[in-house]
């Protein structure tokens, strides 16, 4: 066995060696299967040493250097998600430009010799936004996602349909990179539907080229539930716990072949709150140990794997998703850096060299390129940013929906941001404010245009909210969608907003309400008028939009020597614009205290780049300042609205 197992590996690397070398990967038109034991591209044994890298994380300028920096760690496969609802943002309305460009990003990965697995889903987790799920989902009658039911089956195949036609003649035996395609993602973890995997592979066989496989974790109910006959069981997370489980529980050989630990966990997620600090791994000798000695074992058995991530990149916007935990939404940050070997940054992390030893040790000498040399992050001085519009001063003139109750988010054809709820109250009433059947996910609770009080689902038991009002009072309710849910079984329901009715006191319903919807999937027109009113800055106040201009040091581009690490030093909650693009949420509470500033975003020479900053909670006599940073800043803080 260990001859076989030594001889296996060699003449797959030989077989890679041919394939990978790039005057030949366009030509060549492969053939890639697997027996009980191995992996064959053209009949001959291969092992995928692979890494999860998302293209949606990354900005399309630096495909190219996060592929050179995979292959230079040793990697000859590149793993990805496909995010559906950044493809159908709207049912019917398909985009496949920049980040989206997926078949542009398969065949660079090409170009740079690596091979490609598909993970399209339709769902993937991921800590994505509902795992991958358009938020219009929810609003077709009928629908209930991840079962054997036609409404999403009907979604899901125009989705598939679509990005097959987007991704043909980019399958290994077209002469492309692809070379399988994993189906659903860790269904077993969820449920165990067999005519829903089985439509499910149906769709995707019919629209992908080259065999599936199932990835679920190590244990017998996920292997149970997300296994399918006829398609090949692979497992994730612990190797050894997981390929024993696989050759224990899963006994229908036509599910069994090559060993491949499908995601490999470095580290773990980063989610918001003041007790949860930043995951990594590098420079913590107890856990590189575990990497490290994992994957050597895994390559000494002629076993596959994928470093989940080896280069997580970030949560653009409001792409984040969101993971049930204790009754508590753990809402994922903007950094999707994952502790990876390859920063969120696109710079390579101690544990990356100490990975490509690791590797080097069972691949041909000679045969990983150098790393390439990236420019170090730049550092911006502070700049001014100064008070512009109100974000309620921003909305329409007229709601979007006026009704008895409130609406959620999804009936106003929303997806992301926040909604306004407005109501006049018409008797006196006093006591704690229930918003609906709880938040979703954070209710920031104003009186007059005065703050008084938030209630957050990233809490467990979230502090309650007590309010006295008068008649005639408004009563506005901002409510926040901090992430859909990705993962487990609340995937069944996601709505955003207010769900039910708003109570006070117990048993005080509020009736006659006027929603307004703040999307911000553009920035508002009022920030291009120099001549609107300055808005006055209040402790408790409502949110306000800032905006700053920087320009780059000598020395920097609109390139990797650029990028930089946006601080705010003063700032509560908000969101943070560059020239225009959203980088994503920021939150004194942490982990995450910087935002990843690509240089591909900026304007070099004497061009100003234009920052915009919506703050949730600006204070008053706080100057709201912003930096850049070389070296990025990771910290836990109290929240301030906790008392």
Not at 59 to 65: D, E, K, L, N, R
Not at 207 to 229: A, C, E, I, P, Q
Not at 448 to 471: E, I
């Amino acid at each position: 066995m260990l001859g076989r197992g030594v001889a296996a590996a060699v003449f797959g690397w030989a077989a890679a060696l041919l394939s990978l070398a790039k005057p030949l990967v366009a030509a060549h038109r492969g053939n890639f299967t697997y027996d009980r034991h191995n992996f064959l591209l053209d009949g001959v044994p291969i092992q995928l040493i692979g890494g999860q890298m998302d293209p949606q994380r990354i900005p399309p300028a630096y495909w190219t250097q996060r592929l050179q920096m995979a292959k230079a760690m040793g990697l000859n496969t590149i793993f990805s998600y496909v995010f559906w609802n950044n493809i159908e943002p709207t049912e019917g309305s398909w985009d496949f430009e920049g980040r989206n460009d997926i078949a542009r990003f398969v065949r660079l990965a090409q170009q740079e010799g690596l091979y490609v697995v598909l993970r399209p889903g339709p769902y993937i987790c991921g800590e994505h936004e509902w795992g991958g799920f358009p938020s219009w989902l929810s609003q077709i009658p009928g629908m209930a996602v991840r079962q054997n039911n036609k409404p999403f089956l009907d979604a899901s195949r125009n989705y598939l349909e679509q990005l097959g036609k987007h991704l043909a003649a980019t399958h290994i035996s077209q002469g492309g990179p692809v070379l399988m395609t994993q189906l659903e993602n860790e269904y077993g973890s969820f449920g165990k539907d067999k005519a829903y995997l089985r439509a499910m592979a149906d769709m995707l066989k019919a629209n992908f080229d080259g065999f599936l496989y199932t990835n679920d974790g190590g244990g017998k109910s996920y292997l149970d539930g997300g296994s399918l006959h006829g398609i090949l069981a692979e497992t994730d997370g612990d190797p050894k716990t997981g390929f024993a489980a696989r050759d224990q529980y899963v006994t229908d050989p036509t599910m069994l072949g090559p060993q491949l630990d499908g995601e490999y966990y470095v580290t773990w997620i980063d989610d918001w709150s003041s007790n949860s600090p930043y995951q990594y791994t590098s420079g913590r000798p107890d856990a590189t140990k575990r990497v490290l000695d994992d994957l050597d074992w895994i390559l000494a058995g002629n076993n596959s794997f994928s470093i989940y991530m080896f280069h997580g990149g970030t949560n653009w916007g409001f792409e984040n998703g969101g993971i049930w935990v204790d009754n508590r939404l753990n809402a994922v940050t903007t950094s999707y850096d994952y502790g990876a070997p390859l920063d969120e940054s696109g710079r390579a992390t101690g544990i990356y060299r100490q990975i490509r030893d690791v590797i080097s040790k069972h691949v041909p000498a000679g045969t990983i390129p150098e790393v390439p040399h990236v420019p170090d992050l730049t550092t911006i001085d502070d700049f001014a940013l100064e008070p512009a519009v109100a974000l309620f001063d921003t909305r329409s003139d007229k709601p979007a929906v006026q009704a008895g109750s409130p609406v959620p988010m999804e009936k106003l054809g929303q997806a992301f941001g926040f909604v306004l709820y407005e109501h006049r109250v018409s008797a006196a009433v006093s006591g704690a404010i229930a918003p609906g059947d709880g938040p979703r996910d954070r209710v920031m609770v104003y009186v007059n245009g005065a703050r008084v009080g938030v209630v957050d689902k990233t809490h467990a038991a979230p502090a309650p909210v007590s309010v006295d009002l008068k008649q005639g009072d408004v009563l506005q309710l901002l409510v926040e969608n901090l992430g859909r849910i990705d993962y487990g079984q609340q995937l069944r329901e996601q709505q955003k907003g207010i769900v039910g009715n708003v109570t006070v006191g117990g048993d005080a319903v509020l009736e006659g309400w006027s929603a307004y919807s703040l999307p911000l999937t553009d920035l508002p027109a009022a920030l291009a008028d120099e001549n609107s009113e300055t808005p006055e800055i209040k402790d408790g106040g409502a949110p306000v939009f800032y905006k700053g201009t920087f320009g780059l040091p000598a020395g920097a581009g609109n390139d990797l020597s650029g990028d930089t690490f946006l601080s705010l030093p003063n700032g509560v909650k908000g969101s943070v614009w560059v020239n225009g693009h959203h980088l994503g949420r920021y939150w004194v509470v942490g982990p995450q205290q910087s935002l990843y500033v690509p240089g591909a975003y900026l304007y070099g020479g004497n061009k100003p780049n234009r920052v915009v900053v919506l703050e949730l909670e600006p204070k008053a006599g706080a100057d709201m300042v912003a930096r850049g940073l070389a070296t990025r800043e990771w910290a836990n803080h109290p929240d301030p609205d906790v008392a």
